[in-house]
């Protein structure tokens, strides 16, 4: 082992070379041969100081503002663990060969390109720190051998120095491109490569503390495999430093007719099957890169084929939800359905309200198949009106009345619908051109009207449920169609992880127009349980709401991880001495940082209540993922553990051209399988260009739904999640799309 204070990786080879021809004149008992007489170190550390033919550092610097002028420092690929605010630099290898077909491949494709073997090696290596980092853009640290007058090839000493080189990532860039880029941005800097790397990052200026690059990459062309002292071979062995220059660098290796690849990496941040992820990648690129090297690195596979797992259990599904609903009644009429400020309304009662109103819309002209908005206020009514709509044979289209008017307009008109149903606030001048059916706040139609010999049609199980609007990118909400079957199979999908019966109570907490709620209401209706509605100011107090919990023993709590900290700082406060009935506390709607639940399990524990991390979209029906939180999941942690997919779904991390990513890469997370929605109310090319043929699905016609969330698989199997690909943001659970807010501000006076 040497380090670069001393001598640098030629000075070893120069030192080798004397080494081995002192040794070869010993042993035929010769002189060994005299040292180079060429200049010393200290000879040209003089020269680069007082002579006047030394290269010009003011030009070499402005060369490199030039280029690194407005460059992301340092470097973001995902991380196992938060970056240590002191970094210790403790490293690991992984040493891997390329293969020699691998090899001959490369050194063919470099001179059929007309660049160097270095050229390719490096090109490849910026495509996966691309890839991996998720950026067009970053800075890669590369050795160079600094030795700027011909007469220093010959001596010892410490001369290497590492150029900063900017490398961006354009469109369909091919691995021969990058190649070619490559070699050409290597012979423009090394007229600058005197510079020392301090000197150019105090030069740039900017990020103070960060590093100009967080990569490496290093290749040494000289072959050190078959080096002898007599009949002795000297063998190249790497050596464990236990440390590491950067995040992560690179070396590739002449050894015989393969290359050697070492990884060295910092285990502060990476695990070793993140770092050998990241090399599997590498070798698969180069391969793939060469196979088609015309193809775009950005659509290469980095992952090794193979089958790919599908959904666990395919749903049957033999009713609607009207008839599901109906069997609960059947079996528990006199239980309590529905429970709103003391009020109770049994599953007899229910179903009678339901369908008395299902009536009163038939009559007022709901036809199966239509869609009815609601504009009603949080009580019973939400719930009788959504049966009573499905009863109808109709779907129903929630609106919260808190919502701005242009935007309640625009779902009323997007829908389709005829009729909407309000309450005693009416729908104003909104409801102009509808036909508005008003009850009151037990769901009771307000007028009369003959509905004798009305009859309710039959639900079929693929019939559209709800249409839920989220948030749209054009600035425009888009309504998310959901079918019957898809809200059934939910639940048996998800029966063996929790057990529903009759005996829980499930807390009503979220807007009807938000599908976390179509969880809560179906999870309490299809098993027979009571279905607790939190009143609005009960929903807002953290503290009103344990109370809640308490006193109606609720078993079944589900939370926004944003609302679910008001309640772990209120449980707090309280000494946590309130007495739970919770089995299970269902996360959902937005990323969950585990650390937050740190008091919550201190005090109570992880297994009464049992904690769930459940990833979904509304374009999945509602959750997609199962995660059991526990005490050993908190500490330093970088992404959202969300589990594995539910039993009927199929989760995929995939690149831009739907090749699976290997397992601690990052890409866009799929999602396939029987809670794959319809698409997007009267938006076929949005639906086309979201849900996509599904590559891994032998069943006809199957989809996956692009979620436009990041996510990635771990070492053991499961998912993480790690934000949007884009700038899609969640406030309390709800989707934003800053289009839409962009669209809203520019109606603004003033707003240029």
């Known amino acids: 082992a040497f380090h670069h204070l001393v001598v640098d990786g030629l000075s070893v080879s120069i030192l080798i070379r004397e080494l081995t021809a002192a040794y070869e004149a010993f042993q035929a008992g010769e002189t060994p041969p005299p040292a180079s007489d060429g200049p010393s170190y200290t000879d040209y550390a003089w020269w680069e100081k007082h002579s006047e033919d030394a290269p010009a550092r003011e030009a070499s610097l402005a060369h490199w503002r030039a280029q690194l002028e407005g460059a992301p420092r340092g470097l973001s690929l995902p ?28 050194e063919k494709f470099a001179a059929g390109c007309g660049v160097s073997v270095f050229a390719v090696l490096y090109g490849a290596w910026r495509a996966v720190l691309h890839r991996a980092a998720l950026t067009d853009d970053l800075v890669i640290g590369v050795p160079v051998a600094n ?89 190249p062995v790497t050596t464990e430093t236990a440390t590491s220059k950067t995040d992560v660098t690179l070396s590739v290796v002449n050894r015989g007719d393969d290359f050697e690849l070492m990884l060295e990496y910092d285990t502060e941040l990476l695990r070793d099957s993140t770092a050998g992820a ?76 339901a369908d008395t109103l299902a009536r009163h819309l038939v009559a007022r002209g709901v036809r199966p198949g239509d869609r009815v908005p ?17 009863r109808a044979g109709a779907a129903y289209v929630p609106i919260d009345m808190s919502n701005p008017v242009d935007r309640i307009r625009h779902v009323l008109n997007d829908s389709g619908g005829r009729v909407v149903v309000c309450g005693e606030r009416g729908a104003g001048s909104i409801g102009e051109g509808l036909r508005q059916v008003s009850v009151d706040a037990h769901g009771r139609p307000r007028t009369d009207l003959d509905t004798t010999g009305t009859e309710l049609p039959e639900r079929h199980p693929g019939d559209v449920a709800y249409v839920i609007y989220t948030s749209g990118s054009t600035g425009r909400p888009k309504g998310v169609e959901v079918a019957d079957s898809q809200v059934v199979r939910l639940f048996s999908a998800t029966a063996r992880h929790f057990g529903f019966g009759p005996d829980d109570v499930w807390s009503f907490f979220h807007s009807y127009a938000f599908d976390v709620s179509v969880w809560e209401l179906w999870g309490a209706l299809l098993h027979g349980g009571k279905l607790a509605l939190v009143p609005d100011e009960t929903a807002k107090s953290p503290q009103d709401l344990l109370a809640f919990v308490e006193q109606l023993g609720v078993t079944v709590l589900s939370q926004t991880p944003s609302a679910f900290k008001g309640v772990v700082a209120a449980d707090t406060a309280e000494g946590s001495t309130r007495e739970l009935g919770l089995r299970h506390v269902v996360f959902g709607g937005e990323r969950l940082d585990v650390n937050t639940l740190r008091p919550w399990i201190e005090a109570r524990g992880d297994r009464a209540p049992v904690l769930v991390n459940m990833y979904g979209i509304t374009e999945t029906t509602v959750h997609s993922t199962f995660r059991v939180v526990t005490a050993a999941d908190l500490g330093d942690r970088t992404g959202s553990p969300i589990g594995l997919p539910i039993d009927d779904l199929s989760l995929y991390v995939l690149d831009e051209a739907l090749n699976p990513l290997p397992p601690g890469m990052v890409g866009e997370l799929h999602v396939g399988g029987a809670g794959v ?76």
């Not at 609601?374 to 719930?383: D, I, K, M, N």
Request: proline share 7%; net charge positive.
């Open 374 to 390: 609601l504009y009603l206020e949080r009580g019973p009514a939400q719930v009788v009106a959504i049966l009573a709509v499905l």
């Open 147 to 235: 030795r700027v007058r011909p007469e220093l090839r010959s001596t010892v000493g410490p001369f290497i120095n590492t150029l900063p080189l900017r490398s961006r990532l354009r469109g369909g860039a091919t691995l021969r491109e990058l190649a070619q880029e490559s070699a050409s941005t290597i012979a423009a800097s090394l007229d600058h490569q005197h510079v020392p790397t301090a000197e150019v990052t105090a030069a740039v200026g900017g990020g103070i503390g960060s590093p100009l690059f967080g990569a490496m990459f290093a290749y040494l062309g000289e072959d050190r495999s078959q080096l002898r002292l007599g009949r002795a071979v000297m063998t």
């Open 79 to 106: 991380f196992d663990h938060p970056r240590p605010d002191t970094p210790g630099r403790r490293g690991r290898h992984l040493v891997r060969r390329a293969g020699p077909a691998l090899r001959d491949g490369i």
């Open 278 to 353: 990241l090399l599997g990648a590498y070798l698969r690129l180069l391969a793939e890169g060469l196979a088609a090297p015309d193809r775009g690195v950005r659509l290469l596979p980095l992952a090794e084929p193979g089958a790919r797992p599908g959904p666990l259990a395919e749903p049957v599904v033999e009713h609607a939800l009207d008839r599901a609903f109906l069997r609960s009644v059947g079996l528990h009429s006199e239980r309590t359905a529905l429970h709103w400020r003391g009020e109770v309304v049994s599953y007899a009662s229910l179903a009678d309200r």
């Open 677 to 752: 929605t319809l698409g997007y109310c009267g938006r076929g090319a949005r639906t086309a260009e979201r849900f996509v043929p599904d590559p891994f699905s032998g069943t006809p016609g199957a989809r996956l739904y692009r979620s436009g969330d990041l996510a990635r698989v771990t070492d053991d199997g499961e998912f993480e999640y790690w934000g949007r690909a884009d700038a899609q943001v969640k406030i309390r659970g709800f989707r934003i799309e800053l289009g839409e807010v962009e669209v809203a501000l520019a109606t603004c006076p003033g707003v240029a």
